[in-house]
Antibody, heavy 119, light 108 residues
Framework: EVLLVESGGGSVQPGGSLGLSCAAS????????MSWVRQAPGKGLEWVSS????????FYADSVKGRFTASRDNSNNRLYLHMNSLRAEDTAVYFC????????????WGQGTMVTVSS | EIVLTQSPGTLSLSPGERVTLSCKAS???????LAWYQQKPGQAPRLLIY???TRAAGIPDRFSGSGSGTDFTLTINRLEPEDFAVYYC?????????FGQGTKVEIK
């Protein structure tokens, strides 16, 4: 079974840092680009970041550029998102998603992990 | 940035009805890069349609997608109880990748 499981969410004060992890299983991890997509409470979906299969290229939304860093460990089938200088507007459920280049879409999603930025 | 505008914001319908959801792009989107997702409360999104018109694996044939350029449509024939959800269109042809704001299909 193809599965993505996020972890690492929690509460943090504005200006703080947090790291998210996504464990992948059931597919050849390094064959796929991976992404983070977030959803603020009661709001729509926002693409955050993507990373290529071998991890050599990363892309970020302007809203997180310079503050968030995506990385991956292909030997352990894990995707990461390190978040610095967190703001209240970063409060959201963060989903990791597999990007299937062949169909140009997110074909597998994790269940999400909640990040709350509040004093 | 390509802005995707979905309409209407909310639809109130009964099971068995046919529904058409609209997604209009602020700039041209290559059909290959337009997808539709379904999201139910407390759940992750699920891929329904990719390439504007191709159903993803396991998606019932009552779901269909169409359109090109800047106008795309998701149609659901004969709404089933499990189809009441929020639907998002999304493009990955131009960075940043963007989602529409969503259309909620609720039970009348």
């Amino acid at each position: 079974e193809v599965l993505l499981v996020e972890s690492g969410g929690g509460s943090v004060q504005p200006g703080g840092s947090l790291g998210l992890s996504c464990a992948a299983s059931g597919f050849t991890f390094n064959n796929f680009a991976m992404s983070w997509v977030r959803q603020a409470p009661g709001k729509g979906l926002e693409w955050v970041s993507s990373i290529t299969g071998n991890g050599d290229i990363t892309f970020y939304a302007d809203s997180v550029k310079g503050r968030f860093t995506a990385s991956r460990d292909n030997s352990n089938n894990r995707l990461y998102l390190h978040m610095n200088s967190l703001r209240a507007e970063d409060t959201a459920v963060y989903f990791c998603a597999r990007f299937a280049v062949s169909i140009h879409s997110f074909d597998v999603w994790g269940q999400g992990t909640m990040v709350t930025v509040s004093s | 940035e390509i802005v995707l505008t979905q309409s209407p914001g909310t639809l109130s319908l009964s099971p068995g009805e046919r529904v058409t959801l609209s997604c209009k792009a602020s700039q041209y989107v290559t059909s290959s890069y337009l997808a539709w997702y379904q999201q139910k409360p407390g759940q992750a999104p699920r891929l329904l349609i990719y390439g504007a018109s191709t159903r993803a694996a396991g998606i019932p044939d009552r779901f269909s997608g169409s359109g090109s350029g800047t106008d795309f449509t998701l149609t659901i024939n004969r709404l089933e109880p499990e189809d009441f959800a929020v639907y998002y269109c999304q493009q990955c042809g131009s960075s940043p990748w963007t989602f529409g704001q969503g259309t909620k299909v609720e039970i009348k």
